[in-house]
Every structure is written in C-alpha cells, then in structure tokens.
Nanobody, 116 residues
C-alpha cells in the first residue's frame, strides 16, 4: 500500500503565495515521477507541474514562471511553490505519483482558493 499525504492549501489573496507538500510512503522502491494536477469547478482535471526522476520539470503554460515544482528524494516528497497567484488558480490540487513499475496513486486533494 502507498499513501500520499498532502498539505499546504488554503485561502490567499491575489498576488500571494502558497506552498503545497505531498509526502509518499509505503511500498515504494522507486519513484518515476511526481506531479500536481488541479481541477477547478466545472472543469476537467489538468496537469499543473511534473517532476521526473531525472529532475526534469514540466509546467502547464498557465502556471509557467509562477509555480515551481521541486522534490526531496530522500523523503519521497514533492513541493509546489505557487507565487503570483490569480483567482483562476482556484482549484482542488491533487498530488500524483508514478512509482515502481508504473503503479500510480492520487492524493486526496487540497483546496486552494485565491480571492480578495
């Protein structure tokens, strides 16, 4: 069994910052990739940022330059630093991990609300 524990969501004013964390634990021999997806009300879930096991990162066009994904490999933890937040960033943010031989796991989601 693999567990993902997310933290760091909340309410922030436009232009503010938040940092999300996601710690993976359990039967993990190796992590291939970790990512943050988000789903706004009435919209499909979309990838916001991904970090691959070689350290390379990928971002959605809508967040590039404002969000930074990073990881602590020793702790199987991924972070998402979100700066210059906008109301359109409001969504439930989900952690995602691809591990071992292609197994996948989703976190429970954490709400991020950007509003004045």
């Amino acid at each position: 069994q693999v567990q993902l524990v997310e933290s760091g969501g909340g309410l922030v004013q436009p232009g503010g910052s938040l940092r999300l964390s996601c710690a993976a634990s359990g039967s993990i021999a190796s992590i291939n990739a970790m990512a943050w997806y988000r789903q706004a009300p009435g919209k499909e879930r979309e990838m916001a940022a991904t970090i691959i096991n070689d350290g390379s990162t990928h971002y959605a066009d809508s967040v590039r330059g404002r969000f930074t994904i990073s990881r602590d490999s020793a702790k199987n933890t991924v972070f998402l630093q979100m700066d210059s937040l906008r109301p359109e960033d409001t969504a439930v943010y989900y952690c995602y991990v691809n591990y071992n031989k292609g197994n996948t796991k989703w976190g429970q989601g954490t709400q991020v609300t950007v509003s004045s």
